[in-house]
């Protein structure tokens, strides 16, 4: 992937946090879900750009999280993965019904949603050096 392209990746992925945030104080909890959701894929999708040049096409999650465990077998992003199965099951379902199903989010259960992106994105920083 070309520089610029992978740049974008994660300029993209801070806007739908942006809008995840501002959805969620107006009490739009489905919108919000769906933002941290793309935020939390496109930040994965950054990372694993930057570490070998391109990433899985799939919306997923649990498998963009286990590509980047392989390459940098890192302890952190695996004790998150196997500790929030919850959040990012609620995020997989988000992704999938903000388009075809109708689907109810909770305020909890978006507050869930924005801590596991804010925690993914601390332990995925430490990988863009």
Known sequence: MAKDQIKLLKERAEKFYFYGIEAFKKGDFEISAFNFEQA?????????????????????????????????????????????????????VAYLTSRYLPATFYKKQVENMKNFVDELKEILKTLWT
Do not use: C, W
């Not at 999708?45 to 070998?52: E, H, N, Q, R, V």
């Not at 899985?56 to 077998?73: A, G, N, S």
């Open 40 to 92: 939390a894929q496109l930040y994965l999708k950054y990372t694993l750009s930057l570490l070998i040049g391109d990433f899985p096409k799939t919306h997923e999650l649990r498998r963009l999280m286990e590509e980047i465990i392989k390459v940098t077998q890192n302890k952190k992003l695996s004790k998150l993965l196997n500790e929030q199965q919850n959040v990012i099951s609620d995020l997989e």
